[in-house]
């Protein structure tokens, strides 16, 4: 302590304080920060619309899509393109994206169910083949109980959201939901296809799949 330095002139039980002002470089940047932050909120959250930044990750998130959605086109909500797609992780992550949106408030985070059935068993009320997913997606069933999704996702989204329920079979997540409805065949076999080749040379040729 130097001995120009000043005491202010309280003393609070015998304890004395110099008077050592900010600097002014540290109060400046402070009165900055603040007048910061009004404008940051009238530019952002007063300012026209879709300022804010969930509104400008909602729009680049859409565009993303769109523009994945281009490279494949508009899929078809048949057997063999849910079977396709099963296949395809990265796409199946879009649907599992949808799925955690849309879905997993009444069928579980993990398709244990909840309202809706466990999607990670063995057995289903309305689906016998994989198209079938499809069609209850778009359609709903039990008078709305499950609710139509027809107008509110792309029919890829439906596509894939089909082929990430159908992946969730025979996962069987703990604790899940007691099984409904009746068990039912095996998806066909070409999902094995992200397996090795040799594993599958046996007896399931890919050119069996009937339809
Ligand atoms: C409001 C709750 C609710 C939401 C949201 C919902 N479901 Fe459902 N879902 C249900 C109910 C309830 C049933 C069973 C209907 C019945 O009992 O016939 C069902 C049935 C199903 C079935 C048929 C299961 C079977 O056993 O045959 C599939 C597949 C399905 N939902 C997928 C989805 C997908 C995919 C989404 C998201 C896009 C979704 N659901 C969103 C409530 C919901």
Redesign the pocket.
Known sequence: MSSDEVLTNHSYDGIQEYDNPLPGWWKWTFVGTAVFSVLYFMYYHLGAPGRSIYEQYDRELAEVTRLQFQEIGELQPTEATILEYMGKENWLKIGEV??KT??A???GRHGEGK???N?TDE?????RKLE??AR??QDG??AG???A?GNR?HVNE?VL??A??ASLRGTNVSGGKSA??NPIPAWPSAVASHEPQTSAAEDTSPSETSD
């Not at 057995?123 to 689906?127: G, I, R, T």
């Open positions: 949808v799925f849309h879905c408030s009444c069928h309202v809706g059935p999607l057995f289903y009320k309305h689906v079938d997913i209850v997606v069933a039990n109980a499950m609710p999704w996702l439906i959201v089909s990430y329920v409904e409805g």
